[in-house]
C-alpha cells in the first residue's frame, strides 16, 4: 500500500471495535518505526504507556474516581469500548523553542503510529480528554512534574464495512500562497 494511499484512507477509529486483544509485541513493533519521526537534536522526548486489554479493568477501576460520581458511568462505558490505550507522554523542556519542538515531534511520532497501525489493520483514534490535564489521573498514569500527556490513543481492532467515510478535504490550492 503506498504511503499516499495510508495518508488518505486512514480514519480514527472511535467504536464498534473487536473484542480481539492488542498483543503488546504489536504496539512495540509500531511504535519502533514511528520514533523515526523527525525530532530536533534526536532529543526523543516521548514514552509510552500501554494499557492491555488485560489490564484495562484496574485502569477503568483506578481511573473512575478522578470524574464525579455522576460522570463514572458514563466513563466506564468510553472506557470500555477500545480494546487497549497508548498513552503518549511527552517530556516538557522549559524552554518555549525546545518544547515547541518535542511537541512537534511527537506529534508527528504519534500520526506515524497511526498509519503504522491502519496499514496493519488496528483501529486508533487520538484523544486529547479533560482527564490528560487532570492531576489525579496523572497520579493513576504515573505522569511525572514535567511530563505532559500529548496523546490517549484508543487501540482496537475493527471490520472494515465500519471504517467511516472521509469528510471533505479543502484543496491546499485554495490555501496556497506564493511570498513575493
Not at 503506498?2 to 488518505?8: E, M, P, T, Y
Not at 496499514?119 to 487520538?126: A, K, N, S, T, Y
Request: aromatic share 12%; net charge neutral; hydrophobic share 40%.
Amino acid at each position: 500500500m503506498s504511503i499516499s494511499k495510508v495518508i488518505r484512507e486512514r480514519r480514527s477509529i472511535k467504536k464498534d471495535y473487536k473484542a480481539d486483544a492488542v498483543p503488546e509485541e504489536l504496539v512495540l513493533e509500531l511504535l519502533n518505526d514511528a520514533v523515526y519521526a523527525p525530532n530536533h537534536g534526536l532529543r526523543e522526548p516521548w514514552r509510552f504507556l500501554f494499557i492491555s486489554t488485560e489490564s484495562k479493568e484496574t485502569f477503568i477501576e483506578r481511573m473512575l474516581p478522578v470524574y464525579a460520581p455522576e460522570q463514572r458511568e458514563t466513563r466506564r462505558q468510553l472506557f470500555s469500548e477500545p480494546a487497549a490505550f497508548l498513552i503518549v507522554i511527552m517530556k516538557e523542556d522549559p524552554r518555549q523553542k525546545q518544547w515547541e519542538e518535542d511537541f512537534s515531534a511527537t506529534c508527528a511520532m504519534i500520526q506515524n503510529f497511526q498509519l503504522l497501525a491502519w496499514e496493519r489493520g488496528l483501529g486508533v483514534v487520538w484523544k486529547t480528554n479533560p482527564h490528560n490535564w487532570d492531576p489525579k489521573a496523572h497520579q493513576v498514569m504515573g505522569v511525572q512534574p514535567g511530563e505532559k500527556i500529548v496523546g490517549f490513543l484508543h487501540l482496537g481492532f475493527f471490520e472494515p464495512e465500519t471504517t467511516p467515510k472521509a469528510g471533505p478535504r479543502t484543496p491546499a490550492e485554495n490555501k496556497f500562497t506564493r511570498f513575493a
